[in-house]
């Protein structure tokens, strides 16, 4: 069965950073576009970015020069480098593919 299953996340002080970490299984991972997103209480879940097979990326506006995406198909892994971390940045962060497929969440919390 698919399983996504997230790690890295935790408290930061505003301007640090965290490295997120998604390890898949049960699907070709390959072929297949992978996404982080992320949800805050009372709110949709907002897609931050999101890598292609070809290793394009795609980013929301708000982290654009602060997040990075990557992914290692060998290890069917996908990553997302957290820099200049603001409190706005704070949410479960979830990593999703085809649409339907989702991780449990990781809490990452910006705050002095």
């Known amino acids: 069965q698919v399983q996504l299953v997230e790690s890295g996340g935790g408290l930061v002080l505003p301007g640090g950073s965290l490295r997120l970490a998604c390890a898949a299984s049960?699907?070709?991972?390959?072929?297949?576009?992978m996404n982080w997103y992320r949800q805050t209480p009372g709110e949709e879940r907002e897609l931050v970015a999101a890598i292609t097979p070809g290793d394009s990326t795609n980013y929301a506006d708000s982290v654009k020069g602060r997040f990075t995406i990557s992914r290692d198909n060998a290890k069917k892994m996908v990553y997302l480098q957290m820099n200049s971390l603001k409190p706005e940045d704070t949410a479960v962060y979830y990593c999703?593919?085809?649409?339907?497929?989702w991780g449990q969440g990781t809490q990452v919390t910006v705050s002095s």
């Open positions: 049960g699907f070709t991972f390959s072929i297949t576009t």
């Open positions: 999703g593919a085809r649409g339907k497929y």
